[in-house]
């Protein structure tokens, strides 16, 4: 019982990120929000953070980020760069925060720590993979430059939201789990029905 209310609290966050990437993401760029994504940064930041919070399990992260991948490939127009960013992120943050938050059970400057060194290395793995590996033509035009403006304008500008979204998120995943404890069938039941349900908000947002 306990692997599967796991899997549906991954569910239910990567669902989350997700919905956030598919509805939020839209407004934010048709109105040209300056620097939008370090609003989307700071959501998947408070929303990984919370998960870890409740399932502080390595692995439970990128689950999360690959959920929401997919999340946003069946509900938005496949721009696979994004797809990646929201992959190499949660994998960043996995990472990070199964080597500094791991049986961790109250707050503490590591899971600052966490987001900050999430924040650039998942930036700097995108910036390297979509430039170099993938070799996506819109960024090896950009070259050299462009890859040092993701990772330190943009990856700082993450940094900055997840040194403060990632210990409040991580304070609320650790207050919630010990309430969600006392009902863990209605828990269980609950995180399912908000998975379908934001699943089928997200035929209306995309």
């Not at 069946?74 to 960013?85: E, K, Q, Y």
């Not at 304008?153 to 404890?181: H, T």
């Amino acid at each position: 019982m306990r692997k599967f209310k796991n899997w549906s609290w991954l569910l239910l966050f990567g669902s989350l990120w997700g919905i956030g990437e598919v509805a939020g993401g839209g407004v934010l760029s048709t109105y040209n929000i300056p620097h939008y994504a370090m609003i989307l940064a700071a959501w998947a930041f408070i929303i990984m953070a919370i998960a870890r919070g409740i399932v502080n399990k390595p692995g439970s992260s990128t689950v999360i980020g690959i959920v929401a991948v997919i999340f946003k490939l069946a509900n938005a127009a496949p721009f696979f760069c994004h797809l990646l960013g929201i992959f190499t992120l949660g994998l960043a943050f996995d990472v990070f925060s199964s080597l500094l938050m791991k049986n961790e059970r109250k707050i503490s400057f590591r899971s600052s720590l966490t987001g900050a060194l999430s924040a650039y290395s998942g930036y700097a793995l995108f910036a390297i993979v979509i430039t170099y590996i993938i070799q996506y033509k819109y960024w090896i035009a950009g070259g050299l430059p462009k890859v040092i403006n993701h990772i330190f304008i943009g990856g700082s500008l993450a940094a900055i939201a997840a040194v403060v979204f990632v210990p409040l998120g991580y304070w609320i995943g650790i207050n919630s789990e010990n309430l969600f404890e006392r009902r863990p069938v209605w828990t269980y039941a609950g995180t399912l029905i908000g998975a379908v349900l934001l699943w089928a908000l997200g035929r209306f947002a995309g």
